[in-house]
Every structure is written in structure tokens, then in C-alpha cells.
């Protein structure tokens, strides 16, 4: 009789919840399937190793409820968090938001589960243990289907009914099995749809900028415009904003440097053929007068929005371009920049920078915009001659590099070479594309007309 008392408490357990029947029967050596070790050695590999570990586990679509342990589970729901929102991914701040979530049951088992995450694991393993994890997750949905069957059957059902509850069962861990992947058919009939559909790109407004885009920035992709002080990288940007928004596209800018009014003035500057100078003390002719009154009106209209906010994190920044996206329809992100951004560990800059631009990237992904971010160079360019710059050159790269779909940076020969620069090298920048994800790199050449601060086409003047 022990197995018909076994089948008998395994019907009683039918009846509790989920996660107090798997609490119970991990607890008590029912013989749940379970692999703790692989969820804590999951979890103490993120807080080791950070964002790269999270990255990994999610390429097995590992997510917190395919932990048995609550407090794991809960754990690796709260390093998700703190990667998407951009907080740096380390134990101390884990067991903060813990606190708050899911209380310790007593000092004790805080620093017992403190140091039961304190060992040697390799982020080269993390696959591994999210496979482990996610395999022992599908056993105890199978366990679950067989014991739903089990009750059908001791009921008296038909055999019909019980073949259906199973069939239904199976279905389900299957679809929830497959829910991360997209099958070959789905992809490829996708891209047959949407071929020349230009719904998520969103044009620049320079005409040889876009041409090397294909069109213009994509919906989803992260772009780095990258430049020493004083090349332009902020009036670059204000002419994308004032193109974007010209053309009817919403464009959210969050200048952490400038104030929203020296923004202002400068798009007015562009539009109305103003010198900046001539703004800023107020020193206008008659017709300028008229001209900036017109201009004002005109980008008053625009669906722009200027966040001027010092010091914003990347948490700061994701809640309201959210809202941007989501309340208004704005169809591009535009931070200005990267390292003046709050939030960021001086003594670890380039864990800081590498773990905000995947912070950036996902964003990009989830709200299906391109964010443009700029960011500075490294001193190392000016020592070189000429003093072009290359990739090598990002400021606290990180992962720059590889979370960026495009890579710009902005180089004006006049800058340096001074009275020694060519006539028809004056005026010039070279914005170099070092890298496009989807797309050719190379160099687009652009004027700088540094009265009104604004870039124009190489023909302008």
C-alpha cells in the first residue's frame, strides 16, 4: 500500500498552490525536481561577474519563475532589474532591494545566504546553469501535468478526458518552452513583409548622412556619436533634433550639459539664419527680430520635448523616455551625454559606462526607437597625427563597442591644423562611421557654419 499513500499525497498536494506545494515538497525530500546548486551557483555568478552574466543566462531565456527557492528566484528577478535600469550589479545593493521585497528571516540567514553567493564561478559556466535550471523548471511542469492526469483518472473520467488533459498539458509546457525562440518560417515570412517598409526608421534630415544609413537611424538600434570638446557633437545633434521634429517625428532630448534654453537658442540660431552670438546679447536688427520671433513660433509647434535635469541615471532617464514613447508616440531618444550621467562609479568607470549602454541598448529595443548617445574621446586621439580618431578612442569604452549598432565620431581638420588648414578643408567636419552593424562604414563630409553653430551639406557654402 506505501504506493497507493504515495499517490494519495500526491493528490493532496494537487490541491495546494504551485509555490507552496514546490516549497514544501523541496523541503521535505519529496523528490521534486530541483537543482538548487545551479540556481545559486546562476545567481552568484551575476553578482560576481555582473552584466555579462545576465546577458548569458538570458540567452537561455532563464527568468525568475524557473527557480524553486524564493528567495533565488526573487534574487535573480532583482539583478534583472538593476541591469535594465542601470544599477551597478553588485551584492550589497542585492540584498537592499531583498530587504525590502522578500525580508530575511534574522541576521543570520542574510549572511548565510550572503555567503552561500560568495564563490569562484566562471561566466563561461552560466549557459550551463541556466540550461540546469530551466531543465529542472520543465521536469516539475511535467510532474505538475502527470498529477493533474492522476487526479482525472482517481475521479473516474474517461479516458478521453484524461488523453485531452494530458495532450492540453504537454501543449502548454511546450508553448512555454518555444515562447523565446522564433521559428525560421516566422523570421524569414517577417522580413518578406515588411521589405522596403521604412516604419521604423527615422531620417536624420542630411541627405548624405542618410544615404549612408540606408535612410536614416532604425528603430531599436543604440548610436554613439563620439567627439573631443569643441568638434561639434552637441550642434550635430541639435540639427538631428530640429530635422527630426521638422519632418513630424517626436523626439525626446535629455541635455544633462546644456540648459534647455541655450538648446533653444541654438535651434532658433539654425532656423532663422541668426548668429548665436547675436542671440545671446540680444543684439538683433530689425529683422532678425522678426525672424527669431518666426523661428521661436515655428519650434514652438514641433513635438520636441528638452529634459535639462542635471545629473539624470539611466533610471532617471528610461522612466521618462518611456513616457515619451508611450504617451506621446516620440519616435527617437537624444542624451547628451554619456559621462556627465549620475549614478556613475568614478573608481569603476568602465564597468559603470559598459553596464548604462546595454542599459541603453535594451531600452532601444524594448521601445522600438533609436537612442542616440553622445559620448567623448579619450585625450589619446589629440596625440596623434593627425589627430583623427578611431574606435580605440571611446572615453571609458566598456562595452561600447559591442552594444552599439552605429559609431560616429566627429573630426574637424581646421580645428587643429589652424592657419595652416586647406581653403577647402575650412569649415570642415568629417563625421567617420567606424562602425555600422547593418551597413557600410566610411566617411561623410559636412560644413560647420560656426556662427549659428549648425551643420549643413558639404555644398552649402
Known sequence: MANLGAL???????????????????????????????????????VAEGVDAINEADGVGLRA???????????????QDMRTTGEAVHIIPLLSRLKDRQPFDGEFEERRFQEELDRDVSVAAQPVFAREIRDAWERRELAEVLAIALRTTWQGKGLPHIHEDLADGLRAIERQRSEDMQEARSVFAAASATLGETGAIVPSGFAAVDQKLDGGFRGGDLVIVAARPSMGKSALITGVAN????????CTVFSLEMKAQQLANRMIAERAWIPL????????????????????GELSERPLTICDMPGLTFADIAQRARAQVERYGHRCIIVDYLQIMGGLDAANMNYAVGAITKGFKNLAKELNVPIILLSQLSRAVELRKPPIPIMSDL??????????????????????????CPEDEKDLVNIIFVKQRDGATGTVDMRFHAPTASFHARDVF
Open 277 to 296: 552670438g547675436a542671440i545671446r546679447t540680444g543684439n538683433l536688427s530689425g529683422q532678425q527680430h522678426v525672424d527669431f520671433a518666426g523661428a521661436a
Open 8 to 46: 494519495v499525497d500526491a493528490l493532496q498536494a494537487g490541491r495546494e498552490s504551485a509555490s507552496d506545494r514546490r516549497l514544501r515538497e523541496l523541503k521535505s525530500g519529496f523528490g521534486v525536481p530541483a537543482n538548487r546548486e545551479a540556481e545559486v551557483n546562476a545567481v552568484a555568478c551575476a
Open 65 to 79: 519563475e524557473h527557480f524553486v527557492d524564493p528567495m533565488l528566484a526573487q534574487a535573480w528577478a532583482e539583478l
Open 243 to 250: 530635422n527630426m521634429t521638422k519632418q513630424g517625428y517626436g
Open 395 to 420: 572615453r571609458d569604452s566598456g562595452s561600447i563597442e559591442q552594444d552599439a549598432d552605429i559609431i560616429a565620431m566627429l573630426y574637424r581638420p581646421e580645428y587643429y591644423l589652424r592657419e595652416g
